[in-house]
């Protein structure tokens, strides 16, 4: 038998740590759903089980139950799709009675999506989800519109830093600040982030665009505009991941486009402490169960111990 | 209810009818045992980035025994297309059995009216309630004979099939609703499924409004997962606020409940 080449064996022979920090909580892997794009039931469980995942996470919930926008809330469109949703919601009552203990029962991490219309209800919002001690992490969707101003609250420097204040300032819960990347330079908005006090960030949210049904000459979504996702949007937002790498310290969970591990490790390469799958969900179920298991190989292929090695590795120095 | 599953699939056979409609039987055991009236599958048969996202089909027929599942697809767009120039053999990724079966079959007499595609959706229902016994008169109809679909599934599982067709070239000339009416005035009907056109839906939903029949509709919707994870689906409720989902609530829904576009 040929000699081994044990720098090679001893690397491939643990299997590497997928294990990562954001914001004090342990995440067993790198990889989670995007808010909005992935449901935890029994169809999903019969997939894989969501047990599996680094955390979980709900569709947004606003205090009030809403409805959603007009059909059609959806349009593919080259490598992408476009949804103006609306973001349909049983409101936080329900959430908190039938959805957020089915969460917690998993095991991952828990992070617990939310957005306000105003100052009063996010802060409402926040101190409740902390009241029912089943939440891990908060997560603050801060591209939802703002209703006196009619703009998201993420979409200013002065509104974002208002807002993600004055949660941080309610709760003990590490906050999640999401970012919309439909702004001048979201590195700035990521410092603002930082300032105010989120313990992370989430980046990136749709970028806002529009299609037209040239059937019906009419825009194809019932809202008019929507937000794109899909892979026609990652190297915008591996670019976003980067800037904000450069100028903050807190950990990045990165997403758009992720559609399995190369994609992944492109944004842990950015800088990305833990990455997102959105809309790829919809196209193959399996897209986050995968994504886990090609981080684990690609660590160990290219001799790796832990994917912490790697986080923000693309920078040069 | 039969949890659907993600597999990649087989292509056992490509026929195209009529014209512009291609049959594709697709091998999947467990989609094929697991099936039932009314539900779907959502179908991918590329890995490009244009079109990305899976199509919705009807399961036309599924044969357990078999392990092959049969879709009647219309040639829109871009998706479409690519599945109806697939190769036998080809592979292609489904999921499924997605959206709820139909498992009340306490009529005495259902009518089936479609239109187009709208045949595919239905097939399989007749096949269920035949086997049960139970009948069925079917309403076929078309812009004009050489685009009559799934003529000859629904002349299997039917005690009776009525052509309409809008030009005449065969069957009654005129409008399905009409062999509808004459149905339910001569006692032969209490239920009606619909699908794949407006002005069936329509009628059907002011038929069961006045009381005089079940009316169920098998709903369409621009669909991004047909599993609930996108919202994208969305069917206004009658009489309440807010939505359902045509892939978790659907496909088919009781006529009265939804509202029916103009
Ligand atoms: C539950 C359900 C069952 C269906 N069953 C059948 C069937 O058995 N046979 C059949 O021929 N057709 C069926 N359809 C319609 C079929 O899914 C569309 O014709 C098809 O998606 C069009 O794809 P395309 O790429 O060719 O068209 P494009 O116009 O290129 O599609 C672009 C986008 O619009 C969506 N879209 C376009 N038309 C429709 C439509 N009518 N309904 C839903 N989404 C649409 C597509 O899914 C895609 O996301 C069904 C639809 C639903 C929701
Ligand atoms: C159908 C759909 C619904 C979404 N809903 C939400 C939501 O409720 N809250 C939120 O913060 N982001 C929402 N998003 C944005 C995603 O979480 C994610 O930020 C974005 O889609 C980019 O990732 P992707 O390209 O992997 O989809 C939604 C995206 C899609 C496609
Ligand atoms: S198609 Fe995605 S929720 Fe129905």
Redesign the interface.
């Known amino acids: 038998m040929r000699m081994q080449d044990f720098s090679r064996d001893r690397l491939t022979s643990v299997s590497p740590d997928l294990s990562v920090d954001i914001a004090g909580v342990r995440f067993p892997n790198p990889v989670m759903p995007a808010s909005?794009?992935?449901?935890v039931?029994?169809?999903?469980d019969?997939?894989f089980s969501p047990s599996e995942l680094g955390a979980v996470i709900n569709?947004t919930i606003f205090l009030h139950p809403r409805?959603?926008?007009?059909?059609?809330?959806?349009?593919?469109t080259?490598?992408?799709?476009l949804?103006a949703?609306g973001i349909?919601s049983d409101g936080a009552e329900v959430f908190i009675r039938d959805k957020l203990p089915a969460l917690r029962r998993l095991g991952p991490p828990v992070v617990v999506s939310i957005a306000g219309e105003t100052m009063e209800e996010w802060i409402e919002l926040a101190e409740r989800i902390e009241a029912t001690g089943m939440a891990d992490l908060l997560e603050l969707n801060l591209s939802c519109p703002n209703l006196s101003e009619g703009i998201p609250w993420s979409t200013e420097e002065k509104t974002l830093e208002r807002v993600v204040s004055a949660v941080v300032s309610r709760v003990k819960l590490p906050v999640i600040a999401k970012l919309s990347p439909v702004v001048t330079d979201i590195a700035d908005m990521a410092r603002t982030a930082e300032r105010a006090g989120a313990a992370a960030l989430s980046m990136i949210n749709t970028y806002k665009g529009m299609a037209i049904d040239i059937k019906k000459k009419r825009p194809a979504l019932g809202n008019i505009t929507g937000g794109l996702s899909?892979?026609?949007i990652r190297p915008l937002a591996v670019w976003a991941v980067y800037s904000a790498h450069e100028v903050v310290k807190i950990p990045i969970i990165g997403m758009g486009g992720i559609d399995g591990p190369a994609a992944a490790i492109e944004f842990l390469l950015a800088g990305a402490s833990a990455v997102a799958v959105g809309?790829y969900?919809?196209?193959?179920?399996?897209t986050m169960k995968r994504t886990i298991e090609g981080i684990r190989t690609y660590l160990a292929e290219e001799g790796y111990s832990s994917v912490r090695e790697i986080i923000g590795l693309a920078h040069v120095k | 209810?039969a949890?659907?599953?993600?597999r990649k699939a087989t292509l056992v056979s490509r026929k195209e009818s009529p014209r512009g409609y291609v049959h594709l039987v697709i091998r999947e055991e467990q989609i094929a045992r697991t099936a039932g009236p009314g539900q779907f599958v959502m179908v991918?048969g590329w890995h490009t980035?244009?079109?990305?996202?899976?199509r919705p089909f009807d399961i036309v027929l599924a044969d357990p025994l078999k392990g092959v599942f049969r879709l009647c697809i219309k040639v829109e767009g871009k998706g479409t297309r690519l599945l109806s120039t697939l190769k036998k053999g080809s592979s292609l990724?489904v999921?499924g059995p997605l959206g709820k079966s139909i498992t009340e079959f306490d009529s005495a007499g259902t009518a089936l009216l479609v239109r187009g595609a709208g045949a595919a959706a239905v097939v399989f229902l007749a096949e269920t309630l035949s086997k049960l016994k139970k009948p069925v008169y079917t309403v076929l109809s078309a812009s004009t004979k050489s685009r009559l679909v799934c003529r000859a599934l629904l002349e299997e599982f039917s005690n009776d099939v009525f052509i309409a067709t809008d030009d005449g070239t065969e069957g009654y000339h005129g409008n399905g609703t009409d062999i509808l009416d004459q149905l339910i005035r001569e006692g032969k009907v209490d239920t009606v499924y619909t699908c794949g056109s407006h002005r069936f839906a329509r009628h059907v939903k002011a038929l069961d409004l006045a009381g005089k029949v079940k009316g169920y509709l098998f709903l369409e919707?621009?669909?991004?997962?047909g599993?609930?994870?996108?919202?994208?689906?969305?069917?206004?409720k009658d009489g309440q606020?807010?939505?359902f989902l045509v892939c978790m609530d659907g496909p088919v829904f009781r006529s009265r409940s939804v509202v029916v576009e103009p």
């Open positions: 909005g794009a992935y449901e039931d029994e169809i999903h019969n997939f569709k409805p959603g926008n007009p059909p059609p809330r959806i349009w593919e080259p490598c992408g799709m949804n949703i349909p899909g892979p026609a809309m969900n919809f196209i193959d179920p399996f | 209810m949890v659907p599953v993600y991918r980035g244009d079109p990305i996202l899976p990724y999921t919707g621009n669909m991004g997962c599993m609930g994870d996108c919202h994208g689906c969305a069917v206004k606020d807010g939505y």
